[in-house]
């Protein structure tokens, strides 16, 4: 069974940086997708950046291109988010998941694994 833990998050300034980790235990095909997305209150879950976990191919929304960077260390099962130049609106939620569909999806509904979520907030 995939088991998905994010740490990182917490509160930072517009400007600043922040990385996200994501522990990765029980996935076993290297061509698994893996993904970032972030959540708001009463806003739908919303892509951020995707990985293939062996091959190390990349992807992300518009939103944060430039900006954020998904990488992985694979011999210690971690997927990061490097978020920099922070601004007000990635203020969320963020998540890790996981799903085969994610290779060609960036919807919610492309992941059959999720983590607990970790929160960061950026003050302007």
């Known amino acids: 069974q995939v088991q998905l833990r994010e740490t990182g998050g917490g509160l930072v300034q517009a400007g600043d940086s922040l990385r996200l980790s994501c522990l990765v235990s029980?996935?076993?095909?290297?061509?698994?997708?893996l993904a970032w997305f972030r959540q708001n209150p009463g806003k739908e879950r919303e892509f951020v950046a995707r990985i293939i976990w062996g091959g190390g191919a990349t992807f992300y929304a518009d939103s944060v291109k430039g900006r954020f960077t998904i990488s992985k260390d694979f011999a210690k099962s971690t997927v990061y988010l490097q978020m920099n130049s922070l601004k007000s609106e990635d203020t969320a939620l963020y998540y890790c998941?996981?799903?085969?569909?994610?290779?060609?999806?960036?919807?919610?509904?492309?992941?059959?694994?999720w983590g607990q979520g970790t929160q960061v907030t950026v003050s302007s």
């Open positions: 029980g996935l076993t095909h290297s061509t698994y997708p």
């Open positions: 998941a996981a799903g085969r569909a994610l290779a060609v999806r960036t919807t919610p509904d492309g992941a059959e694994y």
